[in-house]
Every structure is written in C-alpha cells, then in structure tokens.
T-cell receptor
C-alpha cells in the first residue's frame, strides 16, 4: 500500500539547523517531494529528489534519501523565523498518473 | 506566468446544503487534480483529470461529490448535500504532461460546514 509518515512537530532556535524526517512505503515511487505550507496558503514546492539519487542540495536545503530504509529527510541550514510553516513529504507512488501521496505534515516552529 | 486560481477562498454553509468550487489551472497544463485537506492532515487526492477525461476518481465519494472539466481547462467540484465531515480545504493543482513534471497548487478553498 501507499503510506507516508512524518513526525508532527519540531521546534528549533533561529540560526540552528532543522531536520525533518519522513518514511514511505511504496518502493516504486520515482520521485519524492518536500512541500511547504504557510498559514492560509496553498502548497509551495520546495524541492524534489529522483529515487536513484541519495542526496540533493539546493541553497539552504539538503535532501537525503535512503531508499533501502524508505527514509527521506529535509535539512534546513541556518533556519530563519520565515521558515516557520508546515512541511509535507510526498511520494508519487506506483503508476504514472503523477498523483501525490502526502504525509500528515511536520509543523516547524522557529524561535528567535 | 499566472498561478493556479481558485474561488471562492472561503465558504460557510449548513449541512445538507450544496456548494461548488472553481479552479482555473496554469495555462497549458493538461493535468488537473482536486485534493481534500482535512485540518491536521496532508492533502488526499479526490479526482484527477487529463484534459477533459477522468484519470482517477477512486477516492471521490460519488454519492455526494461530483467534478467536471468540460473544455479541458477550468474545473468545478461540487458537494451535494454537504456533511459536517466535508469541512476541509479543497486544493486544486495542475501540471503539464509527463511524470517528471511537478504539480503547482492553488491557494485552496476553505469550507466550513455547520
């Protein structure tokens, strides 16, 4: 089946690194995504990783993928108060429809 | 480039009433998705269109929900009659063809059923 799990809450101090973790079940997923949702807003794509990669870096964001353990993480370096939001992990599952299966979201709280 | 547009942004209705949501995808995007996001959960797919055809509606509660994309551009999602558990944010997303292409989401319509 298709299922994505995330921890619900993370609190960090401004300037620290944040690491948000995610596990998924569908090994046939070809892409894995991280989306950000600010209060009252839609979903903003942050980054994605192809399943044959184990790391992708994009400015302050680093994505690590352990395909054997079906574990995905998002590291945000030098976390700022503007990074406070809900972060969703998603996989595109089996088939080629492009539909996304989302985790329940991790609320990141950044304290000044 | 304009993003995905949705209206209304907010809607409050009483149970058993009807409601409709509208989505205008990014120009040229053939694939359109409707997701339901209940408070505290991640979005869940309701229905997916490719142009004006339905690709996946396996999670759509068809006894009360309906959706259409008649000309392969705009789409409407209707709930009739609404139940309390339909209170959620309804997100529309679109993308061009091809699995490698990413989805772009609209701001959502927040529905409260009293």
């Amino acid at each position: 089946g298709e299922d994505v799990e995330q921890s619900l809450f993370l609190s960090v101090r401004e300037g620290d690194s944040s690491v948000i973790n995610c596990t998924y079940t569908d090994s046939s997923s070809t892409y894995l995504y991280w989306y950000k949702q600010e209060p009252g807003a839609g979903l903003q794509l942050l980054t994605y990783i192809f399943s044959n990669m184990d790391m992708k870096q994009d400015q302050r964001l680093t994505v690590l993928l352990n395909k054997k353990d079906k574990h995905l993480s998002l590291r945000i370096a030098d976390t700022q108060t503007g990074d406070s939001a809900i972060y969703f992990c998603a996989e595109n599952g089996s088939g080629n429809t492009g539909k996304l299966i989302f985790g329940q979201g991790t609320t990141l709280q950044v304290k000044p | 480039e304009a993003g995905v547009a949705q209206s209304p942004r907010y809607k409050i209705i009483e149970k058993r009433q009807s409601v409709a949501f509208w989505c205008n995808p990014i120009s040229g995007h053939a694939t359109l998705y409707w997701y339901q996001q209940i408070l505290g959960q991640g979005p869940k797919l309701l229905i997916q269109f490719q142009n004006n055809g339905v690709v996946d509606d396996s999670q759509l509660p068809k006894d009360r929900f309906s959706a259409e994309r008649l000309k392969g551009v705009d789409s409407t999602l209707k709930i009739q009659p609404a139940k309390l558990e339909d209170s959620a944010v309804y997100l529309c997303a679109s993308r061009t063809s091809g699995v490698r292409e990413t989805q772009y989401f609209g701001p959502g319509t927040r529905l409260l059923v009293l």
